[in-house]
């Protein structure tokens, strides 16, 4: 799996804050005075911890993701609020050379030969039909969901924020989770204090809201209260 | 103001559960047992509870809302995920009697006979316009935020649940807040249970997030505690 | 593959009829008086034409898809203005009589054993894996686009039109396009009206836009000229 | 009114073009060698030529809009494909020297005086009511459309495409036509290509489909014949 950051907003930290104060000012954003990162960034804060997030939405990331999954990629594009452009198995007819296949850990614990003669298997009777005259667009039906595929995905940063409140928590699937852990990196390239945003929902939350919570993170007393007192709602 | 709910997805509570038993069960849709409301929704309720809301998407309601400002109309609208349709003031050219304006109690207080003078001198400059040749869609420019109009909306239920926890907090605008109160109570002639999952986000949350909250619940020390907690996240 | 009907909004033509008069009169919906269907589908239908699409989304449909291959659901949720629930094949663990895989003719006409003996192979290999422990998220890495699966679709009636604009094209892949053949049967059991809308992009535009066009229509000679006329749109 | 160019995704053609070749070939994103400018953008046409235009998603441009009315943003917001941060009129309690009033031609024609003097007395009451403590959020009920008001929006490209569809049509308010014509000549400075793209609808359907065109273009026989040819969807 490889995950670049391929484009994103100039300047997030900016354009973010400008927004932030575009609703709160008597001023225009071309009347605005320049002010110290920091100050910017405090602003931001308070503005998100207050609830309003649609600030977070003028910035926007675009990142390759390459060599992943087309189990993974089923996932990522139920997401809506983002755009995708995927390498087509309708289109691309695939070679010895470009497909691959993604093989969980835990199937090569023990199970490592006999997925590689599978996967092999798969592959050689897709060529031997496609050679034949079988559209690529059918012979795919043969193709696992271990495929490799690449995908182009931009999502502006209030859509980043929510995906990986999902896909960052340990009960998401592994590969998933390891993409966004990709994504998170890239974006503490451009911007430390807005990757600290990409969190677990818990981290969000204050407490977990998952039927079976992973364990990694001890809850406080007060958690588990606010969490059994919120959970009333549906009662009232 | 007038809230009516026009039309709603039929049998709301069946087809969310269809949704919910569809993403866990071997079963197709047309596989499964009927089973009793109560079951139906405590199947519901587990699943929103652990965070899993897009269920909710599968049923709809479209409300007509008659004789609210335009001030309203314009918070509204900035709700994405809804659908809308509201009376045109490019179309629409008002005579007497199918204009109102919404005086706010701040203003009936003390200024209730100078707010009527102004709409009225303002209603009739705009009639005196109109009448000279001037179009409605420019004659309009001088009517008031305080202008009624008659809008359409329609939400799924997972956004009439966010839409509320925003809209029925009590920092919101206090005509908006009014409307989703009127809405909520046509909900609970469709569903009690549904109905129940429309509160400000606090309830939601078991915290609340504004910076001024508004005082009218009391949250334990637990919910602070967890609150401040939370708040350390943009700092990591 | 089976398609039904699960949920529609009810007298979806009088919801959009209403949606349509909201925004071109002084009445507020209440106020309204019945008319004739005949008169409520030609205002709708002149709103339509005239580019006035919005009105249509205060009608959403409900299908429950069962037994389709996941090479379809992959394309169908590309379409992100619609809902779906859909069988997840992490939190569902195949025995032999609850998957099946979904095989083109193009395949069937001379592989139809090959196939067979094929999926028969991996789903034993995804057994085995099972029993042994791997944990069916992982298991699944082995299971084909073949492999068929359950998805209830919500849309509102504007989406259903885009989405057979594109998926009703027959340059769109045969079994996304079987499927939504099978959703305009059902919405014909609701409204001949709006099953009338539902057609492939060329009926909308007059013309094909494809590179490759099916052939199917045969087009005008106008109507080769005013696609040919418009291509120079990006040259200006 | 004001409009300036705030942000836009950087190399717009580049992104739009891996994104085309993403799901065409073979190669991943990190693997395609660079080509010319010319070779990028005769892609790309085709691609939109062509009806798929998801890879237009992946540029983005923030516009800080200052100084129009909010008779404009209430039109500018039913855009829901886009994100928008708005000057509000409930936590902003304006002063004599930061609201001004958008006046429409037709209306300084004849009454320029008397729309100024009633400016000045909606004004002088606003300021009234505020300084006796009725809160801004309530005193703005009186402040007209024409107050002018700031707002920062960001499209992705294809928004900005299908926007200007509407907005750029010599039917649409003018206000709102102005500022888009404002929009496209700040694209103008990034890209002429894109910029191109930016048309009213009749350029992007090769006839107008309003019910009252505006006769500015000069339709062909052919463009009238296909268009008479398509109103006839309805009826099949």
């Known amino acids: 799996m490889k995950v670049c950051l391929l484009s994103n907003t100039p300047d997030p930290i900016k354009v973010i804050y400008l927004a932030c104060r575009t609703c709160y000012s008597k001023l225009a954003p071309s009347e605005m005075q320049e002010v110290t990162d920091e100050k910017m960034v405090s602003l931001i804060k308070n503005t998100i911890l207050s609830g309003h997030h649609s600030v977070l939405e ?3 990331f675009s990142f390759s993701v390459e060599g992943v999954s087309r189990a993974l990629t089923h996932q990522l594009v139920r997401h809506r609020l983002a755009s995708y452009a995927q390498q087509s198995q ?3 007819e695939y070679k010895e050379d470009t497909l691959d296949f993604v093989m969980p850990k835990t199937i090569a614990k023990n199970y490592k030969d006999k ?5 092999k298997e798969i592959f050689k009777t897709y060529r031997e039909l496609v050679e034949d ?3 690529a667009e059918d012979a795919r039906y043969l193709l696992p969901n271990a495929s490799t595929t690449n995908i182009i995905v931009t999502m502006n940063f209030r859509e980043l924020m929510q995906f990986s409140k999902i896909r960052l928590c340990y009960r998401a699937q592994w590969e998933i989770l390891e993409m966004v852990k990709k994504m998170k990196d890239e974006v503490t390239t ?4 807005l990757a600290n945003g990409l969190q ?6 204050g407490y977990c809201d998952e039927t079976k919570p992973c364990g990694c993170y001890k809850f406080s007393t007060s958690a588990l209260e606010v969490k059994s007192e919120r959970n009333k709602l549906w009662d009232m």
């Open 58 to 60: 003028h910035a926007s």
């Open 90 to 92: 309708r289109y691309v």
């Open 115 to 119: 997925f590689d003669a599978l996967m």
């Open 133 to 135: 005259g079988v559209p």
């Open 190 to 193: 451009v911007s430390q204090f």
């Open 200 to 205: 677990p929902k818990c981290q969000h939350l």
